[in-house]
Nanobody, 124 residues
């Protein structure tokens, strides 16, 4: 019903920046929450940032002050601005969306729609 298309991943040196984009198409809905997850090799999928349909924003502690999640409703696009990147940020990054439940934002099982993933590699 909803398709998510990601872009913006790549290779960057430590201390650099990237901006990831996730554009939604299909039967999109207004009252959605969107999140960015990441998964490093051998690690569990981790929620990085969430923006609810009311624009409440949540970050995991390791990215606070460095990453910013935002959306452009007119373009049906959610962004993740990543600054001061560290090698430990290296992972496949996924965007995901759900009809906003009002809770459990960090649980990947609550998300109905997923992007294909984009690789972010941070070198030292």
């Amino acid at each position: 019903q909803v398709q998510l298309v990601e872009s913006g991943g790549g290779l960057v040196q430590a201390g650099g920046s990237l901006r990831l984009s996730c554009a939604a198409s299909g039967r999109t809905f207004v009252s959605y929450a969107t999140a960015w997850f990441r998964q490093a090799p051998g690690k569990e999928r981790e929620c990085v940032a969430v923006i609810s349909w009311r624009n409440n924003i949540y970050y995991t502690d390791s990215v606070k002050g460095r990453f910013t999640i935002s959306r452009d409703n007119a373009k049906n696009t959610v962004y993740l601005q990543m600054n001061s990147l560290k090698p430990e940020d290296t992972a496949v990054y996924y965007c995901a969306a759900q009809r906003d439940s009002g809770r459990y934002y960090f649980d990947p099982l609550k998300y109905d729609y997923w992007g294909q993933g984009t690789q972010v590699t941070v070198s030292s």
